[in-house]
């Protein structure tokens, strides 16, 4: 397996710590691919997380929200068949899948239909940390935002 040594760019930064291990982390555990997911940005300030979670119902599913994390587990019920399993060939496992979220990421709303976990995101920046125009000579605040991604905009 072909690991990234990030110890040189440890050595010559500060306060990327978490970008870093965030990096091993995920290099750790790609090969991990149950359930498949999607990441959909569906605008500037939102997102949406699709699962695949097939013969999973509401109850068997736990979704967390903390700060800069989403945690979505699976637990599998053990389910008794009338007939003898020749072939089993769908998953049946229960599963952990964790997202980083960016800072002011929170989860806007959770629903489950057709076997999938759809989970839509919006970033909301408090407006303290919202770039402001300063103007020279006076005490005016005019916020300016961009119409893209909330980087400000020269007015």
């Given at each position: 397996?072909?690991?990234?040594?990030?110890?040189?760019?440890?050595?010559?930064?500060?306060?990327?710590?978490?970008?870093?291990?965030?990096?091993?982390?995920?290099?750790?555990?790609?090969?991990?691919?149950?359930?498949?997911?999607?990441?959909?940005?569906?605008g500037a300030d939102a997102y949406r997380i699709t699962i695949a979670v097939a013969g999973f119902r509401p109850?068997?599913?736990?979704?967390?929200?903390?700060?800069?994390?989403?945690?979505?587990?699976?637990?599998?019920?053990?389910?008794?068949?009338?007939?003898?399993?020749?072939?089993?060939?769908?998953?049946?496992?229960?599963?952990?899948?964790?997202?980083?979220?960016?800072?002011?990421?929170?989860?806007?709303?959770?629903?489950?239909?057709?076997?999938?976990?759809?989970?839509?995101?919006?970033?909301?920046?408090?407006?303290?940390?919202?770039?402001?125009?300063?103007?020279?000579?006076?005490?005016?605040?005019?916020?300016?935002?961009?119409?893209?991604?909330?980087?400000?905009?020269?007015?």
């Amino acid at each position: 397996m072909n690991r990234t040594d990030f110890t040189p760019y440890r050595r010559s930064t500060v306060g990327f710590d978490r970008l870093f291990d965030l990096l091993e982390n995920n290099a750790r555990n790609a090969g991990d691919n149950y359930p498949p997911f999607n990441i959909e940005r569906r605008g500037a300030d939102a997102y949406r997380i699709t699962i695949a979670v097939a013969g999973f119902r509401p109850a068997d599913l736990d979704i967390t929200a903390q700060q800069n994390l989403l945690t979505v587990k699976g637990s599998k019920r053990d389910e008794v068949t009338e007939g003898e399993m020749l072939h089993v060939g769908i998953a049946n496992r229960g599963f952990e899948r964790r997202f980083e979220l960016a800072d002011y990421v929170r989860v806007d709303n959770a629903d489950l239909a057709d076997g999938l976990l759809v989970v839509d995101l919006v970033r909301e920046v408090p407006e303290a940390m919202k770039p402001k125009k300063i103007a020279i000579g006076g005490t005016t605040l005019e916020v300016v935002h961009s119409k893209d991604d909330g980087e400000a905009n020269a007015a």
